[in-house]
């Protein structure tokens, strides 16, 4: 138990529809992430949010919609995918600028 | 550019046995040097961490060393267990943002 919790584990979705992944954090930090994992390739970071304001935008298509209504909670909004945005989705958080991150368990991401 | 490069790419060992996993890093400037491991399913759990000052740091049955002026990094594991089957990766820090390897897949077989 990291401190960080992911919802949902795994979610199966069609191209047009509009779903939500959910992250939380118990752990008191200021600094939360959205990062996307895919096979054989780096983390990649997609947002980053500072004291519930967003600081950091990594040139992701606006079909990824994040929102932050306070320090302990992260959404990520989804709408209109595409079959290449299927992954594993990994919030993180930590106390505050780029030093250790806690993640959650991901949430695996299937389009079809 | 900031890379992180990390080899091998996947490796099988026998239980018992010991390994050595590599990462060479060309980020500048330099704050610190993490290795993290990622069960299957799971998300990514830091083992240690490597400043600019320290050569070698242990946690257990995991040993990282870190020789800031070629930019190398190993972490090697004695004695293996079934459970350090994982992916580890290896993230450096270079004080405003963290590059991230593209990690080493272990297998420990019986």
């Known amino acids: 138990e990291t401190g960080v919790t992911q919802t949902p584990r795994h979610l199966v979705m069609g191209m047009t529809n509009k779903k939500s992944l959910k992250c939380e954090q118990h752990?008191?930090?200021?600094?939360m992430y959205w990062y996307k994992q895919s096979a054989k390739k780096p983390l990649e970071l997609m947002f980053v949010?500072?004291?519930?304001?967003?600081?950091e935008n990594n040139s992701v298509p606006s079909r990824f919609s994040p929102e932050c209504p306070n320090s302990s909670h992260l959404f990520l909004h989804l709408h209109t995918l595409q079959p290449e945005d299927s992954a594993l989705y990994l919030c993180?958080?930590?106390?505050?600028?780029?030093?250790?991150?806690?993640f959650g368990e991901g949430s695996r991401l299937t389009v079809l | 550019k900031n890379q992180v490069e990390q080899s091998p790419q996947s490796l099988i060992i026998l239980e018992g046995k010991n390994c050595t996993l590599q990462?060479?890093?060309?980020?500048?400037?330099?704050?610190?040097l993490r290795w993290y491991k990622q069960d299957t399913g799971r998300g990514p759990v830091s083992l240690t961490i490597m400043t600019f000052s320290e050569n070698t740091k242990s946690n257990g049955r995991y040993t990282a060393t870190l020789d800031a002026d070629t930019k190398q990094s190993s972490l090697h594991i004695t004695a293996s267990q079934l459970s350090d089957s994982a992916s580890y990766i290896c993230?450096?820090?270079?004080?405003?943002?963290?590059?991230f390897g593209k990690g080493t897949s272990l297998l420990v077989t019986p």
């Open positions: 990462c060479n890093y060309t980020v500048s400037p330099f704050s610190n």
């Open positions: 993180a958080s930590s106390p505050v600028g780029p030093g250790e991150l806690f």
């Open positions: 752990l008191g930090h200021n600094a």
């Open positions: 993230v450096v820090n270079s004080g405003y943002a963290l590059n």
């Open positions: 949010y500072n004291f519930k304001e967003q600081t």
